[in-house]
């Protein structure tokens, strides 16, 4: 295999279709696989493709082998050689032309990973078989080269991704990654159960939402320029989908087209974007059920509390928080908002007063102050509506600036405030 | 009304406390789970962490663990488990193991008192999984091997389960996870040749006996494999090497008690006594056995060495200066064989291997002369190789090789 390839676009190639090899899962594998879960495969004959794949996830990505794409076919080929070195020394050549070309060992050498302690059957051996040549050359005629290990592996998967797949939506990149953005803080960063470290994607009458939860607050976003809903995949499922948050993240970093397309395959969700297709293993969507549905967020019913300024709303959390930085006691009166914070370790109570604008209801509700204060970040209104739910659980912000996004926040109990509230 | 308890305490064994948190979970799976770690929060972010409401009305168990050893910390848990209600329940992990036993005065008064004031919730349960047993123990060390093999199915014989906790100590955790270990491969009727062959290690003095156990076969291939196992699973060469030396110490010890004419049984009570503080109860001949651990265990006390000293010794008191800042168990330590057993070891390697094996060609006297000079040669030796192992690190393995290879030649 012999062929040259821009390294603008090699760098891409390399992090889209080698996005499995290059996740932190495949890269702290220690199991027999690790050399190959590492790797990606690289094969060119029309088209140059590069494939990799751990338990979780699998890429690809795909183009006509084309001198007008800028790459350039001498001998066609596949070669798997691993992906971490080799991203990196393409990231280090800047505005050249890459030369790949594999050469093949005399003397194959089986590798046994780095786990001795479970054998691989003989067809499922992994052969070092040679190494493969790559070398850099830019405007001055001058660049550098280096040799990788190249491995033989008879069972290297190579994902269908078209079958049976059934299409759920198509967004445009820019609008997903930007509500992406600001459902992701709502989020918890583990979660063992991969139910809350997930963005959730739920129909709700006609719309698209995508929703992030740590069990104690919602952030939704109604999803914008949407097209080609499957009504039929929505109805036959009985919960939301979960997609892992920093995953979808990193991947919404790497998209550079104009739409992304989302399909469903059996509790995997397949990413089609231009030349780019990913496949990533998802919660079983009929197994979890505590992530919160769209349906109980929409059944309840909130009223208006009243208008604080974002600005004084910020600075007055942040004067309180220094007694407690946890949780504090939101006293909505005639005109003016009181925010006490008590303590356990024995300071001082410590309260600040805000000005409220069309006070509807009087309420004295205890939040979290992690909650406000990402509310705070999200929302760039000038000034916070405040809702509170006809049950005083949950109060509910909606932003004014960009109406798509509403974000709850469920109250705390904390028996510190009862003589302020009155109990 | 749920049955469910709270607040749970779970205590002792870090290791069986996190396998109770793990069944826990697994057994009221329909709770959520929420940790929280006492290090990293506040009790103010304890306090609104247990009273978050969530969106789906979830049942929740609170789990406080790396508990802090201050008092604001202990009112602050006594206070909060009082919201325990069917809905939310708690419970507190002594993760970090705050709260030691004494195995004479039991739990620490500080302590003890919170645990009193938590036992004030109805639904209070302590979960105690065990603290280590002290040094000396085998009382209950030995009965706690035989009561979890029993659990198994098995039956250890009370020798063989006191070689097994001189060979994996007295940490419970260490101790559960080779019993269970063990159960598997073990036969109906565990015996010390069983524990000997497949206990794991887990001291230096056990990789002495294990190690020392194939030298003294006498055998040197089956020495040398032992050596290579040991050295591949990460035992240092100077360890080996020491404890080679060691043994031909010892050795030389018995050979020079048998020059004298010792018998067997006289030669293993003196190596016994080897190194032991105080000399003048240990070599005071007047005195049995029993008398002599009875006496020594006394005078390991400071105040009993000091009246011993000044009324039996006749050393006047201002003669005598106790050094509190010293470590004085350091000071009195002398070389001992580790455990009484390796003591029978070493005598089953002389009589066996090294007396019967040469009886017939010598007279008696010229046996006891050849087999101290064979000793003699033997630790000179040694103590060379030694030096090779520890300061020449590419011949190290050579070097334990002629130790081997010196020890298992038992011709004189």
Known sequence: MIFLINQNLFIKALEQGGFAALSDDAQSDKSNMAPILKSVRISIDEDLVIESFTSLISSKWSMKATEDNGIYLKEKGSVIIPANELYAWVSKQSKCKILLKFVESKNPEVISGNNSDYNLDNGTLIKKIGSVKVMSKDDTKTGSQWSLDCYEYDEFISVNYDKNKQHVFTTEVEKFTEALSKVASSCLLEDYNHVFDSVSIEKHESDIYIGGSDKHRFSLYKLQSVSNINDSFFESVTRNVLINTILLRKIMKLSSGLNIEFSYLDNKIVIVQDNWKLRVSVVNINVFNSFPSLKMIFSKTYKKIGLVSKSILSNRLSTVSLVNKSSVLFDFKKDSLTIHAISETGSSPNQADAPVKDIENEVKIVLAVRHLSDLLKIIKDEYIQFYISNDGRSVKFISSEDENISYYAMKVDNPKYNTLLGK | ?412
């Open chain 2, 1 to 412: 009304m749920s049955m469910i308890p709270s607040p749970v305490l779970i205590i002792g064994d870090p290791v069986l406390s996190q396998r109770t948190v793990f069944l826990s979970k697994k057994k009221y799976n329909d709770f959520s789970w929420i940790t929280i770690d006492a290090n990293e929060n506040t009790i103010d972010d304890i306090r609104s962490i247990s009273g978050m409401n969530t969106f789906e009305d979830s049942k929740r168990f609170i789990l406080i663990k790396n508990l802090q050893n201050k008092k604001d910390f202990r009112e602050f848990i006594a206070e909060l488990v009082q919201s325990s209600s069917d809905d939310l329940k708690f419970v507190i992990w002594d993760s970090s193991s705050e709260i030691k036993s004494d195995p004479k005065t039991g739990i620490n008064k500080t302590w003890q008192d919170w645990i009193n004031l938590l036992k004030k919730n109805e639904k209070f349960v302590l979960v105690n999984s065990g603290f280590d047993f002290p040094d000396n123990d085998y009382k209950d060390s030995v009965s706690y091997v035989e009561s979890l093999f029993q659990k198994n199915n098995k039956k250890i014989d009370p020798v063989a389960s006191k070689i097994f906790i001189d060979i994996v100590g007295r940490n419970r955790a260490m101790i559960v996870s080779e019993v269970n270990k063990l159960s598997i491969i073990s036969p109906q009727n565990i015996d010390r040749n069983f524990v000997i062959d497949n206990c794991y290690p887990s001291s230096k003095s056990a990789v002495l006996y294990q190690f020392g156990n194939d030298l003294d076969s006498g055998d040197l291939s089956k020495s040398i494999i032992s050596l290579e196992k040991f050295l591949s699973s990460g035992i240092d060469a100077n360890i080996l090497a020491q404890i080679i030396v060691n043994k031909s110490r010892w050795h030389l010890a018995i050979c020079s008690f048998y020059k004298e004419g010792l018998d067997f049984y006289t030669i293993k009570s003196k190596i016994l006594g080897m190194g032991k503080f105080p000399s003048c109860v240990w070599h005071n001949d007047q005195l049995t056995d029993s008398q002599k651990n009875k006496l020594a265990s006394n005078l390991n006390e400071d105040e009993n060495m000091i009246s011993f000293m000044s009324l039996k010794m006749g050393i006047p008191l201002n003669y005598i200066n106790v050094e509190k800042k010293s470590n004085i168990k350091t000071v009195r330590k002398g070389e001992v064989i580790p455990m009484p057993f390796m003591a029978d070891m070493m005598m089953s390697y002389f009589q066996d291997k090294i007396v019967n094996t040469n009886k017939k060609n010598y007279s008696d006297q010229d046996l006891r002369n050849n087999i101290l000079n064979r000793a003699i040669n033997l630790y000179l030796l040694c103590t060379e190789c030694l030096k090779d192992v520890r300061y020449n690190e590419i011949s190290q393995k050579e070097s334990l090789y002629e130790m081997v290879k010196a020890w298992t030649n038992t011709t004189v």
